[in-house]
């Protein structure tokens, strides 16, 4: 069989496939020092209610499910839903009668190409809860869940202490702004 060459179209260039499915974390840590991942996300609303428990929701390339959640369990503002949810918003902070929005960028290094590169991730805090709202894979987020896992009473038991840990690696502005402006109803021990 003989092919026409002018009617082949060029050959692509590989580009890395992204996975544009959602991504959901849910770590909950009780007042008797255990981690429960193992949580029905429905259940959120009573947990960030119950005292000694903090809650970790970590949401990559948030759906509709994933906003729903936002919506219904933690009753965020729509607009702070919207900009979470949405490509290349500017920095800012946020705050709400029960809590803070904070929009920044995480610096990376990619070793390949040997040059920094940011990622943009959205954080609520809370008294006793984060969610992390961001599109692509950060690592300093698992790097952040496995320290906090490896060593729960260095953290603290509220947003503060997660925030201002030196075992953090979110970012250490990050807890210097959470320490310097609490949400009204937050009561954190450690601030």
Same mark, same amino acid.
């Given at each position: 069989m003989t092919t026409d060459k002018q009617s082949e179209a060029p050959p692509r260039r590989a580009e890395p496939a992204h996975d544009r499915s959602e991504a959901r974390r849910l770590v909950v840590h009780k007042s008797d020092g255990q981690f429960h991942t193992a949580v029905n996300p429905s259940d959120i609303s009573e947990l960030i209610g119950e005292r000694g428990t903090f809650l970790w929701l970590d949401l990559q390339n948030p759906q509709d499910q994933g906003v729903e959640l936002l919506r219904e369990e933690f009753e965020f503002h729509p607009l702070s839903i919207e900009d979470a949810t949405r490509h290349h918003?500017?920095?800012? !902070?946020?705050?709400?009668?029960? *809590?803070?929005?904070? =929009?920044?960028?995480?610096?990376?290094?990619?070793?390949?190409?040997?040059?920094?590169?940011?990622?943009?991730?959205? !954080?609520?805090?809370?008294?006793? *809860?984060?969610?992390? =709202?961001?599109?692509?894979p950060i690592g300093s987020i698992d790097e952040t869940l496995r320290r906090w896992q490896a060593n729960a009473a260095e953290f603290g038991s509220d947003a503060a202490g997660k925030m201002r840990s030196r075992r953090s690696s979110v970012s250490s502005a990050t807890c210097s702004m959470y320490a310097a402006w609490s949400p009204p109803s937050a009561t954190c021990s450690t601030c």
């Amino acid at each position: 069989m003989t092919t026409d060459k002018q009617s082949e179209a060029p050959p692509r260039r590989a580009e890395p496939a992204h996975d544009r499915s959602e991504a959901r974390r849910l770590v909950v840590h009780k007042s008797d020092g255990q981690f429960h991942t193992a949580v029905n996300p429905s259940d959120i609303s009573e947990l960030i209610g119950e005292r000694g428990t903090f809650l970790w929701l970590d949401l990559q390339n948030p759906q509709d499910q994933g906003v729903e959640l936002l919506r219904e369990e933690f009753e965020f503002h729509p607009l702070s839903i919207e900009d979470a949810t949405r490509h290349h918003e500017r920095p800012k !902070l946020e705050a709400f009668e029960k *809590y803070y929005f904070l =929009v920044f960028y995480c610096i990376g290094y990619d070793k390949s190409r040997e040059r920094l590169f940011d990622q943009p991730i959205n !954080l609520f805090i809370g008294a006793n *809860y984060i969610v992390s =709202v961001h599109h692509d894979p950060i690592g300093s987020i698992d790097e952040t869940l496995r320290r906090w896992q490896a060593n729960a009473a260095e953290f603290g038991s509220d947003a503060a202490g997660k925030m201002r840990s030196r075992r953090s690696s979110v970012s250490s502005a990050t807890c210097s702004m959470y320490a310097a402006w609490s949400p009204p109803s937050a009561t954190c021990s450690t601030c």
